[in-house]
């Protein structure tokens, strides 16, 4: 009887950022004269980087103005989330706030250019609140999340709150008015208990 091995070879690189939890995940493509294929998300290999969450939910976003922001977001446990956030079009910088009560990097950020080119993805865990800048117009995002959506935990964070001092690279040409009247962090605030 003859065996056959399974060959399995590693569709991504998991690169910690400074940020605790935070990974910058590098998508590897197989390619001929055709194309490419690249894979967005493994079970088993996730689950070898540490990451042993389902996935509960797709979003796919279009942002067409270069220079728009949408963020801060959040959501309170219980249903703090991890997403997995990839550009499919065009060219963002996706910025990452750590939140977390006992983190030793409490209200730092990290921002990453994500592009359609680059192949790179931001993993943002739980008790991190997440936005992005549209460096090109007409951005086309793909979120994998752990968690549904729940009004009721929902959290946010001004993206000019001079506590966080984010540098967004372009001026703000568009922003919801949800987004732009979301509060300033409270001198008060103590983050997020996972």
């Known amino acids: 009887m003859c065996k056959i091995k399974r060959l399995t070879m590693s569709r991504f690189d998991f690169i910690p950022t400074p940020l605790s ?3 910058l995940i590098q998508r590897k493509t197989l390619e001929d004269p055709r194309g490419f294929l690249s894979r967005f998300y493994c079970v088993e290999e996730f689950a ?3 990451i042993n ?3 509960a939910q797709i979003n796919h976003t ?3 103005k270069k220079g728009a922001i949408r963020g801060l977001h959040f959501q309170h446990p219980p249903y703090a989330e991890t997403k997995l956030v990839s550009c499919l079009r065009g060219e963002i910088w996706d910025v990452a706030v750590d939140l977390r009560h006992d983190s030793p990097t409490f209200l730092h950020w990290h921002g990453e250019i994500l592009s359609a080119e680059n ?3 931001l993993l943002i865990p739980g008790g991190y609140a997440h936005g992005f800048q549209a460096l090109t117009e007409d951005c086309e995002l793909i979120y994998l999340h752990t968690m549904a959506y729940h009004s009721e935990a929902e959290g946010a964070l001004n993206v000019a709150d001079p506590r966080l001092n984010i540098a967004w690279p372009l001026p703000i ?3 919801s008015g949800r987004d732009s009247n979301h509060p300033f962090i409270s001198s008060d605030f103590q983050g997020i208990i996972l």
């Open 119 to 121: 192949r790179k993805s």
């Open 62 to 64: 279009l942002t067409r």
């Open 21 to 23: 939890g935070l990974t």
């Open 173 to 175: 040409s568009d922003i």
């Open 48 to 50: 070898e980087a540490g």
């Open 53 to 55: 969450k389902p996935i």
